[in-house]
């Protein structure tokens, strides 16, 4: 037995759970792992299991999910937590990913749209917890991945570029009020829970990166999804239907939303690549496509025009040799290039 195994017996064992089945039920991007916990009884609960020494950390999805659930919102109750070791013993908020729903019954897209975009409002219209601030240099600094692995050539020269163009329109957004946002709000993390009511349907997983941050941001993330199709006239209704309900002033909502998406759809292209380069992870090369698409349709925003010129011709576009090229190269690149 590994030390981390018997470890994770330990923590079972004192959290009444050591009798359990056990059963992966995902991975992630991350070095997180998450295991369905099942009892004779039918009880059932989620072992999330984030090892310390490889970068992860449990307080803070401790942290995000008291103030989720403190805003009458369905974060998974917490029922056992070892900080030190990095292991949570977490409900179990079922199976009805918002994702499949919508693949079983496309009829059923704009009313989860609609759902996931009411609970924005709720948490838009919180009290502010303690996290860190997504400003203008974080904006700009995050965004460096698709210069470091997507771009062949010339990628520190095109980052110095992109960041002398983008940053001044990153920093007008610094003084704009701030809402949580819990930054990997799409559709492979929402959980559709029908015997709630209004908001708290929607449960909510994978947001223990959570900051500070404009209003567009989640909204960019649900609705310009890396890993499905959202149609253009759905994007436009949830869209006008937050800005009915907030208030919002219009034109400056929607240049922040172009600016947001352009950044968050470059720093995507930019992770998947590098999950092929340097973590071994091809099959995040076959999204690339979609993520380019959203991000040229960004930077055809007319605020976005230095942007657009500054990264011109720096990015080659995904074409099925290019890909190709990224996945004969996986795991060979464990430091940018």
Sequence with gaps: MTKRAALIKGFLQTAGWAEASRKLLAGDASNRRYDRLRKANGARAILMDAPPERGEDVRPFRHVAAHLAGCG????????ADNDNGLLLIEDLGDDLFARLMAADPARE????????DVLVKLHAAPLPELPICDADWLTD?????????????????????????????AA?????????????????LLWLPEREGAARVGLLDFQDALLGHPAYDLVSILQDARRDVPRAVEAQIID?????????????????????????????????????????????????????HLQH???????????????????????EYLEQLKSQCATHPTPS
Aim: some cysteine; aromatic content about 10%.
């Design 73 to 80: 919102l369905s974060a998974p109750e917490i029922y056992h």
């Design 110 to 117: 704009l009313p989860l749209y609609r759902a996931a975009a």
């Design 142 to 170: 995050m965004a460096s991945p698709a210069f470091d692995f997507y771009a062949p050539s010339g990628g520190q020269s095109a980052n110095a570029a992109f960041a002398q163009a983008f940053r001044p329109l990153a």
């Design 173 to 189: 957004l610094d003084d704009s009020p701030k809402v949580v946002i819990l930054r990997d709000y799409h559709a492979e993390n």
């Design 241 to 293: 239907d937050y800005l009915a309900q907030t208030g919002q002033a219009e034109t400056p909502f929607r240049r922040a939303y172009a600016l947001l998406g352009a950044q968050r759809n470059l720093r995507i292209l930019g992770v998947f690549a590098r999950l092929c380069l340097r973590d071994g992870k091809p099959h995040y090369v076959d999204l690339i496509p979609r993520v380019w698409q």
């Design 298 to 320: 960004n930077l055809r925003h007319p605020a976005l025009a230095d942007v657009a010129e500054a990264i011109a011709g720096v990015l080659p576009p995904p074409t099925p």
